[in-house]
Nanobody
Framework: QVQLVESGGGLVQPGGSLRLSCAAS????????MGWYRQAPGKERTLVAT???????NYADSVKGRFTISRDNAKNTVYLQMNNMKPEDTAVYYC?????????WGQGTQVTVSS
């Protein structure tokens, strides 16, 4: 299983920005899909954004136009740039990777949007 380590979470005011990073323990060329999910207190984990080996990108409707997923193959890292953030973006954000043998998850990073 690939190991994933997230960073970049924290507290931000409404309208502010954060960038999350997810570093993989191996080349992300071998990973079919990478992405971000989030889980708010008392709610299910839901998709935020994914990016495939072929750079096909998918966003949840709630973040379209505000969040951008990207990757740096040389650094084996996937990023999530979050702009114009809203209180409803508050959640634990998890990095996700899908390979032939199954899925891997990071430990999660807390993002809180509050004034």
């Amino acid at each position: 299983q690939v190991q994933l380590v997230e960073s970049g979470g924290g507290l931000v005011q409404p309208g502010g920005s954060l960038r999350l990073s997810c570093a993989a323990s191996e080349s992300i060329f071998t990973i079919y899909v990478m992405g971000w999910y989030r889980q708010a207190p008392g709610k299910e984990r839901t998709l935020v954004a994914t990016i495939t080996q072929g750079d096909l990108i998918n966003y949840a409707d709630s973040v379209k136009g505000r969040f951008t997923i990207s990757r740096d193959n040389a650094k084996n890292t996937v990023y999530l740039q979050m702009n114009n953030m809203k209180p409803e973006d508050t959640a634990v954000y998890y990095c996700y990777a899908l390979k032939t043998l199954g899925a891997s998850w990071g430990q999660g990073t807390q993002v809180t949007v509050s004034s």
